[in-house]
């Protein structure tokens, strides 16, 4: 039981506990060009009209239309978020709870990655495990999930792994391993896909 209190699990469910508490309250702000709202108007487009700027070309070239598809919202935002919600708006429907349910989710992954992270800087668990603990109970991480600005953390799924990647290369290269280019390679897709959230 120690051992699973103390790992990603226990440091998952005391996120979940603490991100339901209060989960009904007010919150939620959304407007057209939050990626959640992309994906409702990629649900129901006919009933739910697209806010988004002319320079979504990537839907240009592939249709010929401007908006089939979301790729952006903007040149700063992407909407990768709209594509990972729409899997669980079709299956359980768009509503209030299921935009928070899906948020709680990216906060998961989030603290996964974290840990692991921290495991590779602190090389302790411990360490890591407070380090985490630390970031779950900061009310702005806690409460960031159920506003928009959500959008701001979001890059980090993809920014964590790969900070892991190349800092467990450059280590290993440190301990006298060759370095695999392959690895920082990806670190860096990865850091740059992180680039292209809000």
């Known amino acids: 039981i120690k051992e699973i209190l103390f790992s990603n699990i226990g440091l998952v469910l005391i996120y979940i506990a603490i991100s339901i508490i209060y989960i009904d309250l007010p919150g939620l702000y959304m407007d057209a060009v939050n990626p959640d709202y992309m994906a ?108 928009q600005y959500y959008l701001q953390l979001f890059p980090l799924i993809t920014f964590l792994p790969g900070l892991k990647v190349i800092i467990d290369e450059l280590y290993s290269c440190y301990k006298g391993k060759k370095i695999n280019l392959r690895k920082i390679f990806l670190g860096n897709v990865l850091l740059g896909f992180s680039a292209t959230g809000y």
């Open 40 to 147: 409702a108007h990629m649900i129901h487009p006919e009933n739910i009209g697209a806010w988004i700027y002319p320079d979504n070309v990537i839907s240009y070239m592939i249709h010929g239309e401007w908006y089939k598809d979301t790729i952006l919202s903007s040149l700063y935002g992407a909407v990768t978020p709209a594509y990972i919600g729409l899997i669980f708006f079709k299956v359980f429907g768009f509503n209030i709870f299921t935009i928070r349910f899906v948020h709680i989710l990216y906060g998961i992954i989030i603290i996964i990655f974290f840990n692991k992270l921290m495991d590779s800087i602190a090389k302790s668990k411990k360490i890591s495990f407070i380090c985490t603990l630390i970031f779950i109970l900061d009310p702005t991480f806690i409460f960031v999930w159920r506003t």
